[in-house]
């Protein structure tokens, strides 16, 4: 069979949710991919952010393999020995305190919002137990309050072109009303503000706010990395007021932009962060990880589930990602390489009218496309041998993978150049 049959095959059998471009991708080795008729793409897209390795790591393909001779899944209601490493890893990375593994990102969203949730329905019936105790009587069969004036904290503050996923929770919170048109009504109580606007986001703020969530860098919305006084103007709002941080590092963490979680740069810790994509590089596998505060008052058995997260065989792939991020010096050679990538793209904006900024942090990177749309260019480039993504706003994403060197900036640069 030829390209042309799977193609069809595809359209014929699997429903119609991407509009696809015309490659079917059969290998890869190191930052290239190889297509079922022989041609050979640099891959400056990484699977949308998630092959930060590279294809065909030997290590990690056979930590994988043993971990499928061992065993790939046996359900949380028993203890398992990548489960265990994986958590410690993650947490030490994040430095936050107890992480909570998903089958993906969208899964990470909806356990962040319902443990931020959760936290506020406890300080509430915290402070109910204390206003019972002090006019004497038990709290436990105080009579209810009526809820209009005594419910927990519940909304959400979300972001303006945000982007959190396509279930119902994390679509709610998703800023973009054309993914939310068809699906309303949508989970209630979420309020959206402008990103890297403080002013907007305290015009939101209430008595029933109960968490802020953001991405550190915006992805699909247009690679906006968030102002350093945003983000802290922010932190130090949520922190007046007892309202979580949630960050969602789906995108932008695991190295990306040149530390291990993008916050980290600002010098923000988040009370909630979510984690998917390069997490497993290619194993599906999320997260969400909580503050020792959150964890102490959120979810607890019974709160929340699922059959495969924290399975053996994902948590293996996170184990490793992490031992070989170490080894490989993954976030130093980030760190080491964007001025050099930086400069390339930069030069590219001086040359081209078309092209009209460059904005981004570390290995996420977008540049912005005026007068054609940018869905030529990413056919052109692949014409080319170059895989590039989009996001809104007709900007062209750039997001390799993180173990990419000089010479693929070069070469993506000549093959990008041919496709202008
Ligand atoms: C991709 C993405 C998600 C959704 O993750 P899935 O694994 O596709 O469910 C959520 N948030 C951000 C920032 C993302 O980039």
Redesign the pocket.
Known sequence: MGSQDYMEKTEQYVLHTYNRFPVVFEKGEGVYLTDVDGKQYLDFGAG??VFALGYGNEEFNNALKTQIDNIIHTSNLFYNVPLADAAEKLAKASGLSKVFFTN??????EGALKAARKYAYLKEQAKRSAAAAASGSDGDTAPAAAPDDNAAAYEIIAMNH?????SVG?LSVTGNPHYQEAFKPLMGGVRFADFNDLESVKAQVNDRTCAIIM?TV???GGIYPAEPEFLQGVRALCDEKDILLIL?????GMGRTGSWFACQQYGVQPDIM?C??ALGCGV?V?AFVLSEKVAQASLVPGDHGTTYGGNPFACAAVSKVFDLFEKLHIVEHVQALTPYFEQQLDALVEKYDFLTARRGKGFMQGLVVEGRPVGDIVKAALENGLVVLSAEGNVLRLVPPLVIEKEDINEMVRRLEKSF
């Open positions: 949308i952010a993906s990102g969208t899964e990470a969203i945000s982007f959190h996923g396509r994390a991405e915006q992805g699909e969602d590092e789906i995108q932008c979510t998917a994509k599906p999320g």
